[in-house]
């Protein structure tokens, strides 16, 4: 048997820096932008790195306002997330020039959401090849950056 060393995740398994709160609504209220992954703070909405992403640059939208339904959100915080995945998508072809991009909501547990209950937007650069044996197989991903790398070449970006 093969084994496949991961220790950053480590922090993740026995963590619970906020016991009952939703990791979106706890994130922006901390002045710890880095620490979070938030690469930008809008109006109504902010950008974060996914801590777990499919691929490397995965991001997320995410609106201030914690609702699992995009039909309670007001018309201007949908406007201002839709121009957000643009602009992100734009700045992640600037940075790592994937040959496409995922753009995705999972409304509900059933569709996928794994944070149910506070809606957003993911953003998943994809490259030709990027689902190979080890995904498929191994069920296994295999990301060639760190994610404090990442974070550091998107947020000049934003900046």
Request: hydrophobic letters at 40%; one cysteine or more.
């Amino acid at each position: 048997m093969d084994t496949l060393w991961a220790p950053w995740r480590i922090k993740y398994i026995t963590s619970n820096e906020h016991p009952g709160k939703c990791v979106f609504c706890a994130a922006p209220e901390e002045n710890n932008d880095q620490g979070n992954l938030i690469l930008y703070r809008g109006k109504n909405t902010f950008i974060i790195m996914n801590r777990y992403p499919y691929t490397t640059g995965h991001l997320m939208i995410v609106p201030y306002v914690h609702t699992a339904n995009m039909d309670s959100l007001a018309s201007e915080i949908r406007a201002e997330m839709m121009e957000m995945v643009n602009d992100a998508i734009n700045k992640l072809k600037i940075v790592y020039k994937p040959d496409g991009i995922n753009v995705g909501i999972n409304l509900g547990s059933a569709a996928g959401a794994g944070i149910a209950e506070h809606m957003h937007i993911h953003i998943v650069p994809r490259w030709n090849g990027d689902t190979n044996f080890m995904s498929t197989v191994g069920e296994a991903r295999v990301l060639p950056e760190s994610l404090e790398s990442t974070y550091s070449r998107l947020v000049e970006l934003w900046k």
